[in-house]
């Protein structure tokens, strides 16, 4: 049967001496190998230390991991803020972002005071059923949660549209291969986890994607064995294209509010 | 038949493209009705995830009635601004009392026992599309070549169930899965299943796939479009 073969899996999968657990993570060296973008391509790889001896499992396991670390100090800290009140945590935050764009300086004049007190209100309310905590504890979960699930999201959905490009331009690549390398462009993103840090924040956040998009550039050269420059216009292309929607639509919106609030 | 125990295992390679799920599906000795057993398994596993979530969400949250009151007393003292601005109050009033009535149901906030309709509803929606799209995916595959039998195909597109697992995390409130996500993921397991039912090259079954996937969504326009217009009819006539 015509089929995509399967990557080798490599020491990761081997149970003797690794926990089930350990078998759904790369190894240490592999991670190393992919921050210090030292990743080979897929047909000239020969030790297991190799980022491309990796399997999918290995590489949706990572991403789900570092997702996880990423987002566990927010989620705390939401939750923390969330229990303070005794609501649920999404109200919680609600209530805190009406209130930071409320002006004080225009108390009592126009939209923002009405709306930061209204979500004040709403904050104020007792959960329905459970305590307060526990409505904060599970709703914070939830969050926790989500973290995963939209790094998923982004590495299956932004992948598949770099793939389609990179086959357009004559890559020789497999699913499985294509998707295991670039996930480890996703470990430097755990240190967003500091981004709530205020100033060194935004210098974290930003050496994190820079970090990952040079690993996700690396990734797609050696995946798909194209050169340096057409990896970056396979790796970047659909981000800019969704970005210059993004704006598109955002100006079309403005524009008609415009156009309503003048008529 | 296979042991419903081993589904995890065969989804969760499914999900991670390995061809081992999809050869063992094709194999099966009844592959359709392992599949439907497979994918309506999968739909009452989701739609109970959900009604669970709905639950949790209902007791963390603060009483439907209670909230709207808040929302409607905030509209209230807009009212003069929103007028200023062009805005009806009454109407907004309007809106957040239909949000009570409708948009708080569709969370599953208090909706009572109209959350048990995910029960039924989540099953039969994953069936329908797994039967549509394995009764297309296998003409276009037969007709670009593929040798595949129909019997084959949908055991293997069955598969496509297997994103759905994230959907389990929906018994934890505010737990939100992305509807792209769990379509381009289909869409990619379902590709891997054609490729090995039908032992198609890798263009001809992405051409499949997308051909499939294409004549899904004109049927669910051209069924939203025929709901609309009875909706507008029936409602007339009424």
């Known amino acids: 049967m015509t089929g995509d073969p399967s990557l080798q899996e490599g020491a990761n999968v081997n149970e003797n001496g690794r926990s089930r657990f350990a078998a759904w993570l790369p190894t240490r060296r592999q991670m190393r190998n992919a921050l210090q973008l030292n990743i080979e391509p897929v047909d000239s790889a020969v030790s297991p230390d190799s980022v491309t001896f990796a399997g999918m499992r290995q590489g949706m396991g990572l991403i789900v991991a570092a997702a996880l670390i990423a987002g566990l100090l927010p989620s705390l800290f939401a939750w923390t803020m969330a229990a303070r009140v005794g609501t649920a945590t999404p109200l919680a935050q609600l209530s805190q972002l009406a209130e930071a764009r409320a002006n004080p300086q225009l108390q009592g004049v126009g939209i923002a005071p009405v709306l930061a007190d209204s979500a004040a209100l709403i904050a104020g309310l007792e959960p329905a059923y459970f305590p307060g905590w526990l409505a904060a504890g599970i709703t914070a979960l939830g969050g926790w949660i989500n973290w995963p699930l939209s790094w998923l999201n982004i590495w299956i959905v932004y992948g598949l549209a770099a793939l389609l490009l990179a086959k357009l331009l004559g890559a020789k690549t497999t699913l499985q291969q294509f998707y295991t390398l670039t996930s480890f462009a996703f470990l430097p993103l755990v240190l967003t986890a500091l981004g709530f840090i205020p100033c060194l924040g935004i210098i974290v956040n930003l050496v994190a994607l820079l970090w990952a998009a040079a690993i996700y550039v690396a990734a797609v050269r050696a995946a798909t064995g194209l050169s340096t420059g057409l990896s970056i216009l396979c790796a970047l292309l659909p981000g800019a294209v969704v970005a210059l929607l993004a704006v598109a639509l955002a100006f079309t919106v403005a524009a008609g509010l415009v156009t309503a609030l003048i008529s | ?238």
């Open chain 2, 1 to 238: 038949m296979l042991k419903p125990k081993s589904y995890p295992e065969m989804m969760g390679k499914a999900l991670v493209f390995e061809a081992e799920p999809f050869i063992t599906m094709t194999e099966d000795d009844n592959p359709w009705a392992e599949g439907l057993f497979m994918v309506a398994l999968m739909g009452l596993l989701v739609g109970a995830a959900r009604v669970i979530g709905s639950l949790l969400l209902s007791a963390s949250m603060p009483d439907p009635d209670a909230l709207l009151a808040a929302m409607l007393q905030g509209i209230r003292q807009l009212g003069p601004l929103a007028a200023s601005i062009g805005l009806d109050p009454a109407a907004l009033e309007g809106i957040a009392q239909q949000w009570r009535d409708v948009g708080f149901d569709l969370f599953g906030y208090g909706s009572g026992w109209m959350r048990l309709l995910w029960l039924v509803l989540a099953p039969m929606l994953l069936i329908g599309r797994w039967l549509i799209l394995g009764l297309v995916c296998h003409g276009v595959a037969l007709a670009l070549g593929g040798n595949g039998k129909l019997n084959r195909t949908l055991g293997a597109t069955a598969l496509m169930a297997a994103p759905q697992m994230l959907m389990l995390l929906q018994v934890i409130p505010f737990v939100s899965v992305s509807g792209l996500l769990l379509s381009v993921w289909s869409a990619l397991i379902v590709y891997r299943a054609i490729e090995v039912s039908h032992d198609l090259p890798w263009k001809k079954a992405a051409a499949v796939t997308l051909t499939a996937l294409a004549l899904l969504a004109i049927l669910t326009m051209a069924g939203g479009f025929m709901m609309a217009l009875i909706t507008a009819v029936w409602g007339g006539a009424v």
